[in-house]
């Protein structure tokens, strides 16, 4: 059964760093457009970052800008989330999902939801003040 794991969640305080890490067992994740999402509390899912399966392209949403990096280490068949600078409003489960590249037609990875098929349980994210 094709899973994603995430791991590298903990509690931070503000202003810290941490690297969330997404691998995958029974798939190759360099054939993989790989997207991160978060849910805060009492929020819906949003999208945080993701990076397509070839050239590389990342996307991020406007809160993380700056401050987070998307990265793919295909030896390691690992996708990263680079987070610095951490803000209390950064605590979330933090999720990894994944489509393979055969099924977007755009060419262009996205911060839809609806539009990856393979999910994560999630890390949990906790940023102090």
């Known amino acids: 059964q094709v899973q994603l794991v995430e791991s590298g969640g903990e509690m931070v305080q503000a202003g810290g760093s941490l690297r969330l890490s997404c691998t995958a067992s029974?798939?190759?994740?360099?054939?993989?457009?790989v997207a991160w999402f978060r849910r805060a509390p009492g929020k819906e899912r949003e999208g945080v970052s993701c990076?397509?399966?070839?050239?590389?392209?990342?996307r991020y949403a406007d809160s993380v800008k700056g401050r987070f990096t998307i990265s793919k280490d295909n030896a390691k068949n690992t996708v990263y989330l680079q987070m610095n600078d951490l803000k209390p409003e950064d605590t979330a489960v933090y999720y990894c999902?994944?489509?393979?590249?055969?099924?977007?037609?755009?060419?262009?990875?996205?911060?839809?939801?609806?539009?990856?098929?393979?999910w994560g349980q999630g890390t949990q994210v906790t940023v102090s003040s």
């Open positions: 999902a994944a489509i393979g590249s055969w099924s977007v037609t755009s060419g262009t990875p996205t911060l839809y939801e609806h539009e990856y098929d393979l």
């Open positions: 029974e798939l190759r994740l360099a054939y993989f457009y």
């Open positions: 990076i397509s399966s070839a050239d590389g392209t990342t």
